[in-house]
């Protein structure tokens, strides 16, 4: 059963929040708090250990309504039940896209070509288990006899923006390797991290699912030279087997760089760049913190996915915010969504979130095979708060333009400084209370009166002071961050991406604009090899041979 091919904006929900949109476009928040001092309890969801609270958004009980009317006249649900259940919704790749498959428990079904692919999936599951646990127990050495101290992951995309954000959010919870992440085909950054690191005691991970990837193999072949340089130490090829493990399919390219067959982890086309962390593409992640760990990781995400099949439209954490995503960007125009975590764990969040949104609903095809006459795609940025704040905030408080906002907190710090987390999560509510609420005219006056700033020089800063807030925010108040609760987060951004596709009538989940860069780059590094420049625009053909002339 193919995904429903039905334009947003011909259906009757869309023609009415459009109406809708009119007659609200104008009204405070402010307003709407002062006529109903219930207004939080309404709009908020509490589910497990998260609270989300989207009370500080211009919308009425009528625009949820029309919202959730819109997410069942495009067939969401139906949506929903073949997202899960393997159907080939990525069909310009005739693929499944079940990442979900992958935190799922062993005792269910899920069917791909007729096969219950989830044996296959504990199999994998397992030899990472065994495997981490010999690295990180020392059982497993290195060639000179030396336990292993550090990681390397040698991936690009979504082979190294997904474990290296959890790594990263994890550190609470990491043993004694450390995991460093190479990805960019810049030699700079692969060689300030091998300079770092002792031949005889490190383990590198290369995640590649063709095993062809440009960076990748690039990177992967320049560590392969410098681990068997004599300069850095003794190792030999055959030594390369007990250093290197792949994550690919490609057993003959892996095997033919050196690593041994034992040592490959399978993927599998129906799990995408971008959401693979759960499945082996994790590996650093289990020998980072654990396999524990890891498998809480992709329980929690588990339990996030049965909140999103089982739950009504109205309680849906995921649909709620993809919908409101819908409103701000569809009828208000709004272009961009930043996403505040308030601890520096998350400080990869919005750069991994980057490519999970962007990557999938950057198109402007719907799946008719036609362009689009409607916006689709949010800009997603930010920092961890309070950084973000004395760095951007003066855009989002004071600028022209509408970012509607998520802020991610939690309610018990890991260190258990309590003095630090109270000022952190003081100015966590005070930011979106400040957007809600701007500064009133009045209010600058009375600090006026207060600092005794009168005449010309208080006519002259008023309007700087008053700021009109009404700024829409979105709190997500969660009670620690452990690996459940990491998993459950991650898990409502995909399903949110997910819901949004279904919105826009567009394919989510294939990525052919980041096909033609790599295509267009292959031909040109012949050009740059051979050093004869061939036929570009103009300015591709002058900067080339600007470049060949002055390398």
Not at 53 to 58: L, M, R
Not at 298 to 303: N, V
Not at 432 to 448: D, H, I, M, P, S
Request: net charge negative; aromatic share 10%; charged share 20%.
């Amino acid at each position: 059963m193919a995904l429903p091919i039905i334009n947003p904006t011909a259906t009757a929900a869309w023609n009415k929040l459009q109406l809708h949109y009119t007659q609200l476009k104008n009204v405070s928040m402010q307003e709407m708090f002062a006529q109903d001092p219930e207004r939080a309890s309404k709009f908020h969801i509490q589910w497990n250990d998260f609270l989300v609270d989207y009370s500080k958004n211009i919308l009425t009980q009528e625009t949820m309504d029309l919202l959730v009317a819109l997410a069942k006249e495009l067939q969401l649900e139906n949506a929903i039940q073949q997202y899960f259940e393997g159907e080939a919704i990525n069909q310009t790749e005739n693929r499944a896209v079940l990442h979900t498959a992958l935190r799922a428990p062993e005792n269910s079904s899920v069917v791909v070509d007729g096969k219950n692919v989830m044996p296959e999936v504990f199999d994998v599951k397992n030899k990472i288990k065994n495997f981490s646990n010999d690295i990180i127990s020392g059982k497993r050495k290195g060639y000179t006899g030396k336990a292993f101290t550090d990681v390397v992951n040698i991936g690009i995309g979504g082979s190294d923006l997904g474990p290296a954000m959890v790594v990263d959010a994890l550190q609470f919870y990491k043993n004694h390797l450390n995991v460093h992440f190479v990805s960019n085909v810049d030699g700079d950054h692969v060689n300030e991290v091998i300079k770092k690191l002792d031949p005889e005691t490190t383990l590198f991970v290369i995640v590649s699912k063709t095993f062809t990837t440009q960076e990748t193999l690039s990177n992967a072949e320049t560590i392969r030279s410098w681990f068997l340089s004599q300069e850095f130490g003794t190792a030999k090829s055959e030594d390369v087997a007990k250093h290197f493990v792949a994550v690919s399919t490609n057993i003959q390219k892996v095997t033919e760089f050196g690593i041994d067959a034992q040592n490959i982890f399978p993927m599998w086309d129906w799990v995408g760049g971008r959401f693979s962390l759960w499945s082996a593409v994790g590996l650093s992640i289990s020998l980072a913190v654990g396999f524990d760990h890891f498998d809480a990781l992709l329980q929690g995400a588990h339990h996030m996915d049965k909140h999103f099949r089982t739950t009504s439209f109205e309680q849906n954490i995921p649909v709620v915010l993809a919908l409101l995503s819908i409103w701000y960007n569809n009828f208000f125009g709004a272009e961009s969504e930043a996403l505040i975590p308030y601890t520096q764990y998350l400080q990869k969040l919005a750069p991994y979130l980057q490519q999970g949104i962007m990557e999938s609903n950057g198109k402007s095809v719907g799946r008719d095979g036609k362009p689009v006459n409607y916006q689709t795609g949010t800009i997603i940025w930010g920092e961890p708060g309070t950084n973000s704040q004395h760095a951007f905030f003066q855009l989002i408080h004071q600028g022209t333009k509408l970012i509607p906002t998520d802020f991610i907190g939690f309610i018990k710090p890991l260190h258990g400084n309590q003095d630090h987390h109270d000022k952190l999560m003081s100015n966590f509510f005070a930011q979106t209370e400040a957007l809600l609420n701007g500064k009133t005219e009045a209010q600058v006056k009375a600090e006026f009166d207060k600092q005794n700033i009168t005449g010309a020089k208080a006519d002259f800063l008023l309007p700087f002071k008053v700021f009109a807030g009404n700024k829409p925010t979105n709190t997500i108040l969660i009670e620690k961050l452990t690996p459940e609760t990491l998993g459950a987060l991650i898990a409502l951004y995909e399903h949110k991406i997910f819901v949004q596709g279904i919105i826009w009538n567009i394919f989510s989940y294939d990525q052919w604009g980041v096909e033609l860069g790599k295509q267009l780059a292959n031909s040109i590094l012949d050009e740059i090899h051979s050093g004869t420049v061939k036929e570009h625009d103009n300015s591709t053909e002058f900067l080339l041979k600007y470049f060949l002339k002055n390398k």
